[in-house]
């Protein structure tokens, strides 16, 4: 059993930035890779991203690349989405979530395990 828990949410202004975090307990951290999704008003939850268990492999969907960094500590056993020039776009609920290695790492039914997410709104 593994629990997550994402903060770090808030209201920022357009260009602005946000460093998600997202906190795990139970089963060891380093075994799986942790991805992060959003979900928009009236929208289905997207992949935002992810990152392998050694945190040597890193993905992003198209819309945040270059804006969007994660990252992880696993002695701290903690996740981080660090949210650079944000667009009024990325305004959602941001969900952590687990999964093992060799899932298919942008379709949300291969994890296992979800946060209960953060809000990010960003204004124009």
């Known amino acids: 059993q593994v629990q997550l828990v994402e903060s770090g949410g808030g209201l920022v202004q357009a260009g602005g930035s946000l460093r998600l975090s997202c906190a795990t307990s139970?089963?060891?951290?380093?075994?799986?890779?942790m991805g992060w999704f959003r979900q928009a008003p009236g929208k289905e939850r997207e992949f935002v991203s992810a990152?392998?268990?050694?945190?040597?492999?890193?993905f992003y969907a198209d819309s945040v690349k270059g804006r969007f960094s994660i990252s992880r500590d696993n002695a701290k056993k903690t996740g981080y989405l660090q949210m650079n020039s944000l667009k009024p776009e990325d305004t959602a609920v941001y969900y952590c979530?687990?999964?093992?290695?060799?899932?298919?790492?942008?379709?949300?039914?291969?994890?296992?395990?979800w946060g209960q997410g953060t809000q990010v709104t960003v204004s124009s």
């Open positions: 979530a687990a999964t093992y290695r060799g899932a298919s790492i942008m379709n949300q039914n291969e994890y296992f395990a």
């Open positions: 139970g089963r060891s951290f380093s075994n799986y890779f």
């Open positions: 990152i392998s268990w050694s945190g040597t492999s890193t």
